[in-house]
T-cell receptor
Framework: EAQVTQNPRYLITVTGKKLTVTCSQNMNHEYMSWYRQDPGLGLRQIYYSMNVEVTDKGDVPEGYKVSRKEKRNFPLILESPSPNQTSLYFC??????????????FGNGTRLTVT | GQNIDQPTEMTATEGAIVQINCTYQTSGFNGLFWYQQHAGEAPTFLSYNVLDGLEEKGRFSSFLSRSKGYSYLLLKELQMKDSASYLCAAMNTGFQKLVFGTGTRLLVSP
């Protein structure tokens, strides 16, 4: 089954404790992206990647890192989480060829709470 | 700049028709998407428009006017399961960024 898999689904952590949210897709998609979703603010792009070893900042990259060492994986790293990073996070992927008219495939989301 | 505007909330009755409007301003434009999102779940794709006009897909239709920077999603024969948020998103030139609106929460009542 074609899917984007994020882990974990729920995470509660403390300020400053490094964490990684994993994202993996099995559709051989070149394009992957991370979003955060907050009430009243909608989905905002954190980072995106057009292909392996190619990443770029989205609208809200501060406090986050990503890597794209393999085509299928695009982990999101919070080196020193802070409470303002409490949010619902979505990973998404798409083919480059179809990016103009193909939908993003979203993972099921990771609800992160930083205390 | 980039800006997507859509109403925050709408209510409608089961069996009725509802139109959710979206206006957009983006740096370049390469298509407009509509997604449905139930609370706490991932967005799911509904429709895509890049040319002016109406695209019909079952109970859902989407319209685009590029000159006006305007789109709407039309939902017919509303069902209770249509209660969800509906996200309007515009693709910029270069196909690198999909800018989302804050979403319209639709509540369908019996």
């Amino acid at each position: 089954e074609a899917q984007v898999t994020q882990n974990p689904r729920y995470l509660i952590t403390v300020t400053g404790k490094k964490l990684t949210v994993t994202c993996s897709q099995n559709m051989n998609h070149e394009y992957m992206s991370w979003y955060r979703q907050d009430p009243g603010l909608g989905l905002r792009q954190i980072y995106y990647s057009m292909n392996v070893e190619v990443t770029d900042k989205g609208d809200v990259p501060e406090g986050y890192k990503v890597s794209r060492k393999e085509k299928r994986n695009f982990p999101l790293i919070l080196e020193s989480p802070s409470p303002n990073q409490t949010s619902l996070y979505f990973c998404a992927s798409s083919s480059i060829a179809g990016l103009s008219n193909s939908p993003l495939h979203f993972g099921n989301g990771t609800r992160l709470t930083v205390t | 700049g980039q800006n997507i505007d859509q109403p925050t909330e709408m209510t409608a009755t089961e069996g009725a028709i509802v139109q959710i409007n979206c206006t957009y301003q983006t740096s370049g434009f390469n298509g407009l998407f509509w997604y449905q999102q139930h609370a706490g779940e991932a967005p799911t794709f509904l429709s895509y428009n890049v040319l002016d006009g109406l695209e019909e897909k079952g109970r859902f239709s989407s319209f685009l006017s590029r000159s006006k920077g305007y789109s709407y999603l039309l939902l017919k024969e509303l069902q209770m399961k249509d209660s969800a948020s509906y996200l309007c998103a515009a693709m910029n030139t270069g196909f690198q960024k999909l800018v989302f609106g804050t979403g319209t929460r639709l509540l369908v009542s019996p």
